[in-house]
């Protein structure tokens, strides 16, 4: 089945840039999305259609795409960031969907 | 606003059966697709199903297929997932999500916990 694959964690000091990366067979055909998970809460979208930000979404959250690879960027990290992060795709027909394996941000 | 409901969740013995409602609200519910993701204890997310707006057509994730259907009643504004031959591995939050425009959930329900074991 298919599958993307993320970073288990990724560590970093406040005010610094985290980069979360999602490899995947299928990503240059298929959107990727980004989702933020904080402990007993749901998830929140924050990054669609590779590099689209929601409204909502502060600034520092900005995604890219490259070949089989996306990235999620958080630049200017603040404390609230601390968070699990999944990207979020579709098989290469379109129709079944696949979370990434999760990473783990740590605010330092 | 988006608001979206679980309801159902419980705890079920091994080959068991459970059916999960998510209540919708804010928004044309029929004319969206909708979806179950859940959760595992301490595990990452995984896509359950996903249901067009009209209804018809459901995809399923291969771990569920054949013992899992999805549908919707779209004069009550509700998503419902029918869970039979329920295994130990079945056990986790189930979220309902939304859909946006691109195949991503947009808004999330606050999930229902099922639990199967004897």
């Known amino acids: 089945s298919y599958e993307l694959t993320q970073p288990p964690s990724v560590s970093v000091s406040p005010g610094q840039t985290a980069r979360i990366t999602c490899s995947g067979d299928?990503?240059?055909?298929?959107?990727a999305f980004w989702y933020q998970q904080k402990p007993g809460q749901a998830p929140v979208l924050v990054i669609y259609?590779?590099?689209e930000r929601p409204s909502w979404i502060p600034e520092r959250f900005s995604g890219s795409s490259s070949g089989t690879t996306v990235t999620l960027t958080i630049s200017g990290v603040q404390a609230e960031d601390e968070a699990d992060y999944y990207c979020?795709?579709?098989?290469?027909?379109?129709?079944?969907?696949?979370f990434g394996t999760g990473t783990k941000v740590t605010v330092l | 606003e988006v608001q979206l409901l679980e309801s159902g969740g419980d705890l079920v013995q091994p080959g068991g059966s459970l059916r999960l409602s998510c209540a919708a609200s804010?928004?044309?519910?029929?004319?969206?697709?909708m979806n179950w993701v859940r959760q595992a204890p301490g595990k990452g997310l995984e896509w359950v199903s996903s249901i067009p707006g009209s209804g018809g057509g459901a995809y399923f994730a291969d771990s569920v297929k054949g013992r899992f259907t999805i549908s919707r009643d779209n004069s009550k504004n509700t998503l419902y997932l029918q869970m039979n031959s329920l295994r130990a591995e079945d056990t986790a939050i189930y979220y309902c999500a939304k859909s946006g425009s691109q195949g991503y959930f947009d808004s999330w329900g606050q999930g229902t916990l099922v639990t199967v074991s004897s």
């Open positions: 299928a990503l240059p055909k298929q959107y």
């Open positions: 979020q795709s579709a098989d290469s027909s379109g129709a079944r969907y696949v």
């Open positions: 804010g928004f044309t519910f029929s004319s969206y697709a």
């Open positions: 259609k590779d590099s």
